[in-house]
C-alpha cells in the first residue's frame, strides 16, 4: 500500500479547496491530535465551523479520529502527505485547490516578512527566500523535485514523533516551485546568463 497515495477524486480535490481545511489539515500537522475546540483556538475559527470542516476533512479520509480514554473526540491526520495527482491538478477542481494553497503560502510568506524583525536573530538569518532562474530539462527538473521531496520527508518523522524533535525545533514552512518559463527567443540566446 502506497503510504502517501496521490489525490485523484475532484470531490476531494473541492473538498480541500477552502482556506479553513486547509488551516485545520495545518493545525493537526503541528500539534498532532486536537479536537474541534482546539483547532478552534489554533485558527480563531468558531467551534461550529470547525467541526464541521473537520467532518469534510473526514468524509474523504484526509483525517481520521484519534484515540482517546477520555470523553473528548480528537482528530488526526489520516497520513502526514496530502499529494496531488499532477492529472488531477491541472483540472477545474485542482486549479482551484492550487490558487487557495498559492493564497494561503504567499499570505503566510508576507506574515513572516512583516515580523521577521521581531524574531531572534538565528531564525531570521536561518530563513530563506531564494529565486533562481536555471536551464534545465523536463527530467532534470523532475530529478531535482524528487531530490528536493527526498530530503523534505527525511524530517517528516518529526511531525508525527515529538519526541524526535530537537530542542529548539519550531515548526518551519516550506515553499517550493518550479515551473518552465516562457521569454521568447530565449532558446536561441548563446548569451552566458549572469
Not at 502527505?81 to 494553497?101: H, K, R, Y
Not at 531535482?144 to 515529538?162: I, N, P, T
Request: with cysteine; aromatic share 6%; glycine share 4%.
Amino acid at each position: 500500500m502506497d503510504e502517501h497515495p496521490t489525490i485523484t477524486d475532484p470531490r476531494a480535490l473541492r473538498a480541500l479547496a477552502h482556506p479553513i481545511r486547509l488551516a485545520l489539515l495545518e493545525a493537526l500537522g503541528v500539534v498532532g491530535t486536537a479536537t474541534a475546540t482546539r483547532c478552534s483556538e489554533i485558527t480563531g475559527e468558531s467551534v461550529a465551523s470547525c467541526s464541521f470542516h473537520l467532518r469534510t476533512l473526514a468524509e474523504y479520509g484526509f483525517i481520521e479520529r484519534a484515540p482517546s480514554n477520555t470523553r473528548e473526540k480528537p482528530w488526526r491526520l489520516a497520513r502526514p502527505v496530502q499529494s496531488i495527482d499532477t492529472v488531477a491538478e491541472n483540472t477545474p477542481m485542482g486549479n482551484a485547490l492550487t490558487e487557495v494553497f498559492l493564497e494561503k503560502e504567499f499570505a503566510r510568506l508576507r506574515a513572516w516578512r512583516r515580523r521577521m524583525e521581531s524574531e531572534p536573530e538565528e531564525w531570521q538569518s536561518a530563513s530563506l527566500l531564494l529565486g533562481a532562474t536555471l536551464w534545465m530539462t523536463s527530467s532534470e527538473l523532475s530529478e531535482f523535485r524528487e531530490l528536493l521531496r527526498s530530503v523534505v520527508m527525511g524530517y517528516l518523522d518529526r511531525v508525527e514523533k515529538a519526541e524526535l524533535r530537537p530542542e529548539g525545533a519550531r515548526p518551519v514552512r516550506l515553499l517550493m516551485a518550479g515551473s518552465a518559463e516562457h521569454y521568447p527567443d530565449a532558446s536561441d540566446s548563446q548569451e552566458t546568463p549572469r
